[in-house]
T-cell receptor, first 114, second 113 residues
Framework: DQQVKQNSPSLSVQEGRISILNCDYT??????FLWYKKYPAEGPTFLIS?????DKNEDGRFTVFLNKSAKHLSLHIVPSQPGDSAVYFC?????????????FGKGTLLTVNP | KAGVTQTPRYLIKTRGQQVTLSCSPI?????VSWYQQTPGQGLQFLFE???????NKGNFPGRFSGRQFSNSRSEMNVSTLELGDSALYLC????????????FGPGTRLTVT
């Protein structure tokens, strides 16, 4: 049972345009969401996060939007740069109970073309 | 501040052998988590340790085990290796209070032949 889904395995965008990566979740107990970027042969790097009490969080070129009613979040990258080409993972956390783990989606490969 | 380190970076083993992977967390981080990444499967949670105690375990067979030492360093062990255990094994550390960002090491690439 996949609780965090990234339905687009890949996305290709032109340099300077907006990249939108999507993520859906099924577990309503998730209350904290994160995005990670991963280059080949490296570990994932934390990008940005959002708490369920917010609907938007912005950090430079990166903005994450959360729609709790739709159980959907998205990562916007504006403007996209070739160095943004990587696999992006969406992750979710349930801070209640004794759940000390992140649940990850399968990732979306973003390619930004010069 | 030094990041999460994992050793070895690459490992080749044969079926039936066992393997031990090591992880040193960021200084001051007391929670260490392990994940398995295989092509097309994202990151699958293995287990999490805090203060030498396993607090959570993923859905993996008992061949996968781990431990944490008093200095927060952690090891994971896989016994009786199978071909399907070939994967990138990632360790992440965090301060388990408030926000829950985890910081990952570069991983150990395990190949089972």
């Amino acid at each position: 049972d996949q609780q965090v889904k990234q339905n687009s395995p890949s996305l290709s965008v032109q340099e300077g345009r907006i990249s939108i990566l999507n993520c859906d979740y099924t577990n309503s107990m998730f209350d904290y969401f994160l995005w990670y970027k991963k280059y080949p042969a490296e570990g994932p790097t934390f990008l940005i996060s959002i708490s369920s009490i917010k609907d938007k969080n912005e950090d430079g070129r990166f903005t994450v939007f959360l729609n709790k009613s739709a159980k959907h979040l998205s990562l916007h990258i504006v403007p996209s740069q070739p160095g943004d080409s990587a696999v992006y993972f969406c992750a979710a956390h349930n801070s209640g109970g004794s759940n000390y783990k992140l649940t990850f989606g399968k990732g979306t490969l973003l390619t930004v073309n010069p | 501040k030094a990041g999460v380190t994992q050793t070895p970076r690459y490992l080749i083993k044969t079926r039936g052998q066992q393997v031990t992977l090591s992880c040193s967390p960021i200084s001051g981080h007391r929670s260490v988590s392990w994940y398995q990444q295989t092509p097309g499967q994202g990151l699958q949670f293995l287990f999490e340790y805090f203060s030498e105690t396993q607090r959570n375990k993923g859905n993996f067979p008992g061949r996968f085990s781990g431990r944490q030492f008093s200095n927060s360093r952690s090891e994971m062990n896989v016994s009786t290796l199978e071909l399907g255990d070939s994967a990138l094994y990632l360790c992440a550390s965090s301060i388990p209070t408030g926000a829950y960002e985890q910081y990952f090491g570069p991983g150990t690439r395990l190949t089972v032949t």
